[in-house]
């Protein structure tokens, strides 16, 4: 069945502050355990469900820098990340949003807004994270926001940096036209953006995707399950997961026979993302 998202403008500070305000909000940050100190990571929820129907902002704080890394903010979330980031007093250097769909870059307008960092984005969606070249018609099928500026469009194989932390960009086109996952190699860690989920992938067949599943599932398969097992995946929806896990046991990534049989059951992870 298809979610049909309602339109949103770039949000005035009024209204995200307005939506994200309340303890219990601020209380659903939830830290992101693993073996990566000094580095902090944060899950930061854009809103209140507990499934595929929620999304995530990820907050990446490195105190010996005291610079701090924000991934795909929401709305919701963009205030709580920057609360959160105040009050363990770092500074956000870097915003990021893995593809153009604004579960995932609601909160740029306002990341940009208050702080002097800079922002990055696959550098073929630049122009529709600017706004460019989406027509009505994609405007009813998913919320729009406005980011005001793209300072880094990144390619795939390209690094960014957090501190003294290397980011490695990885493309991953599918469910937009050329999403990207960030992947830590000394931290093995990897942020999917809406590419892998867990137990599935995102959706494809909507507006600026691929008419079907195959192209994505060929790049996780070449380029994500080619990541050590024990790779932390942090997703843009849904639970948790690790490579290992989903090489295993996501059927979208089996083997043809194992295929076929996903193809009868409903996709995991396709009421949003």
């Not at 307008?109 to 027509?135: I, K, Y």
């Not at 469910?175 to 959706?203: C, N, T, Y």
């Not at 494809?204 to 994500?224: D, F, N, S, Y």
Request: aromatic share 2%; hydrophobic share 40%.
């Amino acid at each position: 069945m298809k979610t049909r998202l309602p339109h949103v403008a770039a949000p005035t500070l009024a209204l995200v502050v307005a939506l994200a305000t309340g303890a219990a909000a601020a209380e659903r940050i939830l830290p992101v355990e693993g073996g990566w100190a000094p580095l902090q990571v944060y899950q930061v929820p854009e809103s209140s469900g507990t499934d595929y129907t929620d999304a995530h902002c990820y907050l990446f704080c490195d105190p010996p820098s005291g610079e701090a890394m924000v991934v795909d903010a929401g709305v919701r979330s963009g205030p709580l990340a920057l609360e959160r980031a105040a009050s363990l007093g770092v500074r956000i250097a870097l915003v990021v949003s893995t593809h153009f769909h604004a579960d995932h870059s609601g909160g740029n307008a306002l990341m940009l807004s208050r702080t002097s960092a800079r922002m990055a984005a696959p550098a073929r969606e630049a122009p529709l994270l600017l706004g460019e070249g989406l027509s009505a018609a994609d405007k009813k099928e998913m919320v729009c926001a406005i980011t005001p500026r793209v300072d880094l469009r990144v390619k795939h194989g390209e690094e960014l940096k957090l501190g003294a932390h290397s980011i490695r960009v990885i493309e991953l086109g599918g469910h937009s036209p050329a999403g990207i996952a960030l992947h830590m190699p000394a931290q093995k860690l990897l942020v999917a953006g809406d590419s892998l989920l867990s137990g599935g992938i995102a959706r494809t067949g909507i507006p600026h995707a691929t008419k079907t599943h195959e192209p994505l599932v060929a790049a996780i398969r070449q380029k994500l399950l080619a990541l050590p097992d024990d790779t932390k995946v942090l997703p843009g929806h849904g639970p948790a997961t690790t490579i290992g896990a989903e090489r295993a046991t996501n059927p979208w990534l089996q083997a043809p026979a194992k295929a076929e049989k996903a193809k009868e059951t409903p996709r995991p992870g396709t009421k949003k993302g």
